[in-house]
């Protein structure tokens, strides 16, 4: 049985382990039948009354048919990105902390003005001790960890360490929603509410890239995008130029409907930057054929400047010497090596 067939008749495994990410305990995951990985587990049951008809069914799982869906026109496309139009304002811009313990890199906490309301975006940025700047610079989205997470204390470091200790210089901010930004969600929120998330998100980002071009430091021809479980990396790519080359680990189309201003399906064939995709084959969350592959084929870039690259996992890929292998040989590809010292 292939991956997309036990996806289909919902032959996943639910709980999550202690090396995982925390929200995995709440998520499925699809394994193949025998799949004997240590993460794995199961609890037995003892039935006190007949179970209902319903219990015993399969569980089916929506996913969209991207095999039938199309982006909108240029026109639309147009409108779709006003809403994600910001005042490049000042930034008052301010380095709040410095973190020099590490031998590897070092850290600065730094903060500046959003592009809405009265509110700062947190930003810590990580400078490589083994490099010579001017720095290319990583610019990360963490998974949704982060917005259960409410403190920097919890940053995603060790799906970073390996870039920073390439070299490159990771600037990890805190977007609205995440961290010590958390916002507590609305409950019967429509899509007006997601609309606002991820264009807030996208602007958070603009933000952090307007300062990383104030810095003398940072190479600003030299941008990296790299999500992780990010299924709007699409959209950031099509709306700021500014990104050289993204990596999207752990994503895809999404399996539901959102907004079409936020669907990244309309954005997809927009992003031309060269994209690498870090996969699990066995993902539940956002299936291979279903979703990985159609986001693959959309992408913008020629095909010699795409590529999916999968693993023998779930939807978490967690870094290994094979993942770190591909995405180091795709940011040299595009960026170039580094300046060690």
């Known amino acids: 049985m292939n991956q997309a067939e036990f996806v289909r008749e919902g032959r996943y495994i639910l709980g999550g382990a202690w090396t995982q990410a925390p929200y995995v305990f709440i998520q499925g995951a699809a394994a193949p039948a025998f799949d004997r990985s ?3 587990g199961f609890r037995c049951a003892r039935d006190i009354a007949p179970l209902p008809d319903r219990l015993l069914g399969p569980m089916g799982k929506p996913v969209r048919d991207y095999s039938q869906e199309k982006p909108v026109s240029d026109e639309i496309f147009q409108v779709f990105c006003r809403f994600f139009s910001y005042d490049r304002t000042d930034l008052n811009a301010t380095v709040d902390s410095l973190d020099d313990r590490q031998p590897y890199w070092r850290k600065e906490t730094v903060t500046f003005d959003a592009a809405y309301g009265n509110e700062r975006v947190i930003a810590h940025l990580f400078l490589p001790k083994n490099a010579v700047p001017p720095y290319q610079t990583v610019v990360y989205v963490p998974g949704s960890g982060s917005e259960v997470a409410r403190s920097s204390d919890d940053l995603e470091i060790m799906v970073i360490d390996f870039l920073i200790r390439s070299g490159r210089a990771v600037l990890y901010p805190v977007y609205k929603g995440t961290y010590e930004r958390h916002v507590s969600p609305v409950r019967g929120a429509g ?17 952090s890239l307007d300062y990383l071009e104030t810095r003398p430091d940072i190479d600003r021809r030299k941008l990296a995008y790299f999500g992780f479980s990010d299924p709007f990396g699409p959209i950031m790519l099509a709306v700021d130029r500014r990104l050289t080359v993204g990596i999207l680990l752990a994503s895809g189309f999404l399996t539901m409907k959102t907004p079409p201003e936020v669907d990244p399906l309309h954005f997809a064939a927009r992003a031309t930057q060269p994209t690498l995709l870090l996969s699990g084959r066995y993902d539940y969350n956002m299936p291979l054929e279903e979703c990985q592959m159609p986001l693959l084929r959309m992408l913008g870039a020629p095909a010699k400047d795409k590529r999916i690259v999968l693993f023998e996992t779930g939807h978490v890929v967690y870094p290994t010497p094979a993942m770190v292998k591909e995405s180091l040989a795709w940011l040299n590809r595009y960026l170039g090596p ?4």
């Open 191 to 207: 899509n007006g509410s997601q609309r606002d998330r991820v264009v807030s998100w996208y602007k958070d980002l603009g933000r």
């Open 338 to 341: 580094v300046r060690t010292k």
């Open 38 to 40: 240590a993460i794995n």
